[in-house]
Every structure is written in C-alpha cells, then in structure tokens.
C-alpha cells in the first residue's frame, strides 16, 4: 500500500491475502491467528450470500444487496471483487487502508480471481495458498461442516480444481493437515515478513550506519 504513509519510525502493516479451495480451513486458520495476535486483523469483506447460521453482520461478512454491492463498485470502493457460485465478494479499499496505515497486519480472505486482482494491487502482499491434504479430506471436510447442500458441495469440488492451477501466484503454500500445526506455520510466515529486510532498515537508518 505505498499510497499510505504510517508515522516516522512506524512501519506500514502487511496485509496477507489468504486463498485456497473452500473447506481447506482458511476460516478456522485467520480466526485462531486473530485471537492470538493482536497485530494482525482480518478484513471484513462485503457479499451478496445469504448469512449461513451462526454468522454475524459486519463481524463475518457485510452482508448486502446485489443493487448495493453493485452501487459500492460504481463508486470504486472495492479494491477488488468476484463472482463466486454466483454470488459476488469484495474487499472494501478502507478494510485494508485503515489498518495498513496504522501498522496492524491484515488477513484477506479471497479466492483465486480476487487475489489476481491483489497482485496487481497490493506491491508489498504476501500471498499464502492453503491447501487441503488431499481431495478425498476437502470432501469430507465440506460435508463436516454442514453448512452446504449437496449441490453446493459438488460445485464447490469442481471449482477447486480450477482453483488449484492458480497456485503458481502465490509465495507460501500450507497444506493444513493439523490445524494447530497450520496456525503456526502461518505465525512463522508472518514474523518473517516483518523482518524483511527492505521493511527493517527504513525504520532503523537514523541509529546505524549501514554503508
Ligand atoms: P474455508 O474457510 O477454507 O472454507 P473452514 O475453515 O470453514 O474452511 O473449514 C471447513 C471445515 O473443515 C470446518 O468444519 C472446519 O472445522 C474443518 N477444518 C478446518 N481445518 C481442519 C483441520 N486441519 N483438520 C480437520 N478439520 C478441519
Ligand atoms: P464462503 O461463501 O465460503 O464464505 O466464501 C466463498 C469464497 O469466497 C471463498 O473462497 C472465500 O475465500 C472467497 N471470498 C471471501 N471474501 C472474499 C472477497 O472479499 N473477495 C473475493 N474475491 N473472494 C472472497
């Protein structure tokens, strides 16, 4: 986000744009992280899907209108947005400007068309590909989580396969076998970002002198 300026001696947060089939876990993996690193938070996108039970307006998703989604892209509010199983995502510029600005880390959940849209547009994103340990587990995991009719499940499948041959744009790629043990890769990939060098000396060159 280099439009955004953070304060001297401050750097920017990162934001991390997080994709992977449906039912790999990236919900489950960014909410542990959230709840356990208060550095980071993860952007609230805005859809066009119905509220499956148990999910909470501005909190999960904003949930809106196909007309209001569709007044949000006329008046360019999306950094970028998608058509998913015929419903439409985006992520909102401010749900990742705000944070960034302020040196808060931010998770983005996307999937694969979204995330082209990111590389293009976030210079500095780090982008992580979770995978499932194999299609037979991906099946059984969308069944588990009871939130899909059979329809549902079966585009899902047949759309993971697509999805899978976008790997190639992505830096990091998890394959979440054991969540906890996923969380934590995630953890190591986001503490070495924030040692990047080109993002560490900026902040220190008033103290050493590197030459
Ligand atoms: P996504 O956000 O990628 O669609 P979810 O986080 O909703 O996926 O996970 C799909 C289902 O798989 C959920 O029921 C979740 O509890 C379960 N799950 C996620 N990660 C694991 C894991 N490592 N092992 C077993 N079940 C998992
Ligand atoms: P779900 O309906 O399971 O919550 O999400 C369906 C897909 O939409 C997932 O792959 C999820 O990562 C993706 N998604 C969620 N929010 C956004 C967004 O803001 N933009 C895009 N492009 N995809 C999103």
Redesign the pocket.
Request: net charge negative; aromatic share 16%.
């Given at each position: 986000m280099s439009e955004v300026s953070p304060g001297p001696g401050v750097a920017e947060g990162i934001p991390f744009v997080i994709?992977g089939p449906?039912g790999t876990g990236?919900t489950s993996i960014l909410r542990r992280i959230v709840e356990r690193d208060p550095q980071v938070n993860v952007s609230v996108?805005h859809?066009t899907?119905p509220p499956r039970p148990g999910e909470r307006d501005r909190s999960d998703y904003c949930f809106v209108s196909e007309a209001e989604f569709r007044e949000l892209i006329e008046k360019r509010r999306f950094l970028?947005?998608?058509e998913?199983q015929g419903h439409l995502?985006?992520?909102s510029r401010e749900a990742v400007a705000e944070p960034v600005r302020m040196g808060i880390d931010v998770l983005l959940?996307?999937?694969v068309?979204?995330a082209r849209q990111l590389r293009e547009r976030l210079p500095d994103g780090v982008f992580v590909f979770v995978l499932p340990p194999s299609m037979e587990v991906l099946e059984r995991r969308l069944r588990g989580r009871g939130s899909d009719e059979d329809g549902a499940i079966r585009s899902r499948l047949s759309r993971a396969h697509g999805e899978l041959r976008e790997v190639h744009i992505y830096n990091y790629v998890l394959i979440n076998d054991d969540l906890e043990r996923t969380v934590v890769l995630l953890e190591h990939i986001i503490s070495a970002c924030r040692c990047d060098r080109d993002r560490v000396l900026p902040l220190c060159r008033d103290r050493f002198d590197f030459g």
């Open positions: 994709s449906s990236k996108s859809t899907r970028e947005w998608a998913y995502y985006g992520t959940e996307v999937e068309q979204g």
